[in-house]
C-alpha cells in the first residue's frame, strides 16, 4: 500500500499538481453548459464561474472573522438554502436579474468582511441564506438529469470551497492580523464589482 507521504515526493507530487490543474481547466467546459446530471459534473459546477468561487470562499473567510459559531453556521446556512433554491429552480424558472443578483452577493459578502462587520450569528446567517438560496436557484437551472446526484456533488464542492475560505480566514488571523482578513474581502468585493461591469 502506498503511503500517504509518498505523494510529497517531487515526482509524485508534481502529478499529483498537474492532475490537479487539468481537473480544474477541466471545470469551465462543464459548468455552465447544462451538461447533465451527475456527481462530478455537479462539483465541477461551482468552480466553473468566478461568482460562483468568490461568493463561497468569501462566506468562509467571513466565517473565520467572525468567529465562534459563525464558522459552522454560516457555511451550514449557505449550503442548506442553495439546496432549497435548486429544489426550486425547476418549478419556477428563470428569474429576472438572477446573474445580478448573484453578483451582488459577491460584492456584499467580500464588503461586509471588508468593513470588519461582525455581524450576529444568527443575522449573519440569514444574510448567507440569502444569497446562498440565489447561487442554487441557479444552479437549478442548469442542471439536468439526475438532480440528488448533482445537487450532492455541488453540495460537496461549496462545502469545500467555504473550508477553504475557512482555513485561508484563520491562517491570515494567526500569522498576520485581521487587517489583512479585511484586505481580503476588500479584494473579492473588488472583483465582484469588476464582474458586476463586465
Excluded: C
Amino acid at each position: 500500500m502506498t503511503r500517504i507521504s509518498s505523494l510529497f515526493r517531487p515526482n509524485a507530487f508534481s502529478r499529483l499538481m498537474l492532475a490537479t490543474g487539468l481537473t480544474l481547466l477541466a471545470a469551465p467546459a462543464f459548468a455552465h453548459g447544462g451538461e447533465g446530471g451527475g456527481f462530478a459534473a455537479g462539483f465541477l459546477h461551482p468552480v466553473g464561474g468566478a461568482d460562483h468561487v468568490l461568493a463561497m470562499l468569501a462566506v468562509g473567510l467571513w466565517a473565520a472573522f467572525r468567529g465562534g459559531k459563525a464558522i459552522l453556521g454560516w457555511p451550514v446556512a449557505f449550503v442548506a438554502a442553495m439546496l432549497g433554491g435548486f429544489a426550486l429552480a425547476p418549478f419556477f424558472g428563470a428569474l429576472p436579474n438572477l446573474e445580478a443578483m448573484i453578483t451582488s452577493t459577491v460584492i456584499l459578502l467580500g464588503g461586509a468582511l471588508a468593513l470588519g462587520f461582525r455581524a450576529p450569528v444568527v443575522a449573519g446567517a440569514a444574510l448567507i441564506a440569502l444569497a446562498g438560496a440565489a447561487h442554487g436557484y441557479a444552479h437549478g437551472l442548469e442542471m439536468q438529469g439526475n438532480a440528488l446526484a448533482f445537487g450532492g456533488g455541488f453540495a460537496l464542492a461549496t462545502a469545500a470551497l467555504h473550508g477553504a475560505g475557512i482555513a485561508i480566514g484563520l491562517g491570515l488571523t494567526r500569522l498576520a492580523s485581521l487587517r489583512l482578513l479585511q484586505a481580503a474581502g476588500g479584494l473579492v468585493a473588488a472583483a465582484g464589482l469588476v464582474l458586476a461591469m463586465a
